[in-house]
């Protein structure tokens, strides 16, 4: 994946709402890479910008996807509810209620 690639992907994720989410294939279609969440999660992976809101990025079953390194996983979950948003006793998130929308 090209540098420019990883720019578009960070610039949707900018976008992403305090409060909502997004799935990875939903960042993937909208940064012209219809198909292709695999790199949206490969670009998060190389982040370095902590300015841009990661932890909004969430798989298609409404669940923080597991990564390695630990920690990771745990701080994705704090950040989504210090800004409102609620899991159910699975883990998951109602992505009816919270999915973003542009």
């Given at each position: 994946?090209?540098?420019?690639?990883?720019?578009?992907?960070?610039?949707?994720?900018?976008?992403?709402?305090?409060?909502?989410?997004?799935?990875?294939?939903?960042?993937?279609?909208?940064?012209g890479l219809p198909g292709h969440a695999r790199q949206v999660g490969y670009?998060?992976?190389?982040?370095?910008?902590?300015?841009?809101?990661?932890?909004?990025?969430?798989?298609?079953?409404?669940?923080?996807?597991?990564?390695?390194?630990?920690?990771?996983?745990?701080?994705?979950?704090?950040?989504?509810?210090?800004?409102?948003?609620?899991?159910?006793?699975?883990?998951?998130?109602?992505?009816?209620?919270?999915?973003?929308?542009?």
């Amino acid at each position: 994946m090209t540098l420019s690639t990883y720019r578009n992907i960070y610039a949707v994720v900018s976008r992403i709402p305090l409060g909502q989410v997004a799935t990875y294939g939903q960042i993937a279609s909208l940064a012209g890479l219809p198909g292709h969440a695999r790199q949206v999660g490969y670009a998060l992976s190389a982040l370095n910008d902590a300015a841009i809101p990661w932890h909004r990025v969430i798989n298609a079953k409404g669940e923080i996807s597991p990564r390695s390194g630990g920690g990771h996983d745990e701080l994705q979950r704090l950040r989504l509810e210090a800004e409102g948003v609620l899991f159910d006793a699975r883990g998951r998130i109602a992505l009816q209620r919270y999915r973003w929308r542009p």
